[in-house]
């Protein structure tokens, strides 16, 4: 009788193994398997520069009617775009900081719609701002600027084009950060604007389900260097010490000169690599993933090169204390010490 019930036991332990890896075969094939684009609409915003950029005009390669959200569709980086792109790329003026500004972009999305689409398929939340700096340094404005455009921009776009995502049941991606998992030293408040947003997306997620949506979270590494997403760090820097105290100036001296060097030479995390200078396909295919794939993952990891993907898996897989102390052992390495000054 024992024989038997160890036998039984057996054979429902292989079943459920077996079971398993069979479902995370077939999950993983669907996965990979990618749709076609088929003239479907896709919104991304901040496309001005950087990931949004060459988003959009990734996105319109493959298929997709892409409204391309700028700040301003007279720069630079708009008009590359317009001369660029396809006749179906369109550029809409839009300041994620503005309710008025989102609304008019959004009703001039649905007056446009191919003939055929009932709705936005899919929402791309990259529009961001980041300042680098420890908090003790950081003026307001430059607080306010990373909250309202990382974290209530996304909310406040979301918000208004969830009625034609739902029609079409469609996507949202929210384009955070690998300092959305991790607090990075000299990133407290562009970390606070993506854990902010991780912590959207998951609920959001739940919320959504009922209605056929998708939220999916996007966590780029550095690529700062290739997304001119530092073209501000001088001037942010100078802003920084302007407002600084005497005391606050005589306490970090050097400190703040090194980190704001190590900042401009090796991009926003420091590491010691030599730069991006243009983004890597992995970064591109990454995004048409998230939009194409049949069952989209919930997020996805994009780092540089295999690896940092590799070393950033495996930090992942640690306690996160033990990642934190990491990250913090290679920051004070990177830096000299504090002046010391009575408070």
Not at 311 to 328: C, D, E, R, T
Request: hydrophobic share 40%; charged share 20%; proline share 3%.
């Amino acid at each position: 009788m024992e024989d038997i019930a160890e036998l039984l036991l057996t054979l429902f332990f292989i079943t459920t193994v077996v079971t398993g890896l069979l479902v995370f075969v077939i999950r993983s094939l669907l996965c990979q398997s990618l749709e076609d684009a088929g003239g479907r609409v896709v919104l991304v915003t901040g496309c001005d520069t950087g990931i949004g950029h060459e988003v959009a005009r990734h996105l319109d390669s493959l298929g997709f009617c892409v409204f391309a959200g700028c700040l301003d569709t007279s720069s630079e980086g708009a008009q590359r775009l317009r001369v660029e792109a396809s006749h179906n790329l369109r550029l809409v003026n839009m300041d994620v900081r503005q309710e008025e500004h989102v609304r008019v972009a959004l009703q001039y999305v649905e007056d446009n719609l191919p003939v055929g689409q009932e709705g936005l398929y899919a929402l791309v939340n990259n529009a961001g701002v980041c300042v680098c700096g420890e908090f003790d340094w950081q003026t307001w404005d430059q607080v306010e600027s990373q909250v309202e455009v990382n974290l209530l921009g996304s909310l406040r776009v979301t918000k208004l084009a969830l009625r034609l995502i739902k029609r079409v049941q469609g996507r949202v991606v929210n384009v955070s950060s690998v300092a959305g998992l991790y607090g990075y030293p000299g990133l407290s408040v562009y970390c606070a604007t993506k854990h902010a947003l991780e912590g959207f997306s998951d609920v959001l997620q739940q919320e959504l389900g009922k209605f056929g949506v998708s939220v999916i979270t996007l966590q780029p590494g550095d690529f700062s260097k290739a997304t001119h997403l530092l073209d501000s760090h001088h001037a942010n820097m100078n802003a920084m010490w302007g407002e600084m105290s005497e005391r606050c100036r005589e306490e970090y001296k050097q400190f703040f000169l090194a980190y704001h060097n190590r900042v401009a030479q090796s991009g926003f995390t420091g590491r010691r690599l030599k730069p991006l200078s243009v983004l890597p396909p992995n970064l591109l295919r990454g995004f048409e993933e998230a939009l194409l794939a049949k069952v989209p993952d919930s997020s996805y990891l994009l780092m540089p090169n295999m690896r940092q993907q590799f070393k950033m898996s495996l930090i992942g897989i640690l306690p996160n204390v033990w990642a934190q102390s990491l990250l913090h052992r290679r920051y004070s390495k990177s830096l000299p010490p504090l002046s010391r000054v009575n408070m």
